[in-house]
């Protein structure tokens, strides 16, 4: 069966703070590793993997696939208190072209 | 707005009761999904549509659960029958059939089952 698995479950940090996300997955043919931005509201996507080692940014988030040991991680530097959320790690594969499986996310809260 | 939306955004029914939630996609995407989420879990596939056609469905969407996409539009899911553990958010998504995986997410229909 898929699985991806995220650590910390959550994470508490400073205004300022640099934080790593780390996602894990076990999934047949895979495709894709994505993460989500979710809020008291809907995911909201930040970034498709495909290839290994290339890093992808959007500001102050990047992250990285690593397709040989199976992980991801999202890194946000110079952390906002906009940036408290759950963030989720989803994973494309198997036989289903529409399936994501997703992680049970991380829990990030920064005080200012 | 041209985002996923779902209707109605919150419902509250009693146990035995039918509800039905609606999803209206990206307009150019052709590719519809469902999803349930309850708290502090990640959001779990229920089914997927390609146009009309209903491509898949995992085996958490029991027989009191079904979903349509009859022109190929907007989608339904209607749970009859509900049960407290139904209670959960209900989410739609939608994608590009040229980006399959890139999942555009609505803001869910929170159900709440008493």
């Known amino acids: 069966e898929d699985k991806v698995v995220q650590s910390p479950l959550s994470l508490v940090v400073h205004e300022g703070d640099t934080v790593t996300l780390n996602c894990s997955y076990e999934v047949t043919n895979f495709r894709s590793l994505l993460w989500y931005k979710q809020e008291k509201k809907a995911p909201t996507f930040l970034f498709m993997l495909?290839?290994?080692?290339i890093e992808k940014k959007s500001g102050r988030l990047s992250s990285i696939l690593d397709k040989k040991e199976l992980f991801s991680i999202l890194n946000i530097t110079a952390t906002q208190t906009g940036d408290s959320a759950v963030y989720l790690c989803a994973a494309a594969g198997g036989t289903s072209y529409g399936k994501l499986t997703f992680g049970q996310g991380t829990i990030l809260t920064v005080h200012p | 707005d041209t985002g996923v939306s779902q209707d109605p955004r919150h419902k509250i029914t009693k146990r035995g009761q039918n509800v039905t939630f609606r999803c209206d996609p990206i307009s150019e995407h052709n590719r519809l999904y469902w999803y349930r989420q309850t708290l502090g879990q990640g959001p779990e596939f229920l089914t997927y549509f390609q146009n009309e056609a209903q491509l898949e469905k995992s085996r958490l969407l029991s027989d009191r659960f079904s979903a349509e996409r009859p022109k190929g539009s907007f989608s339904t899911l209607e749970i009859q029958r509900t049960e407290q553990g139904d209670s959960a958010m209900y989410l739609c998504a939608s994608s590009h059939l040229g980006s399959p995986d890139t999942q555009y997410f609505g803001p869910g229909t929170r159900l709440t089952v008493l």
């Open positions: 495909t290839s290994s080692g």
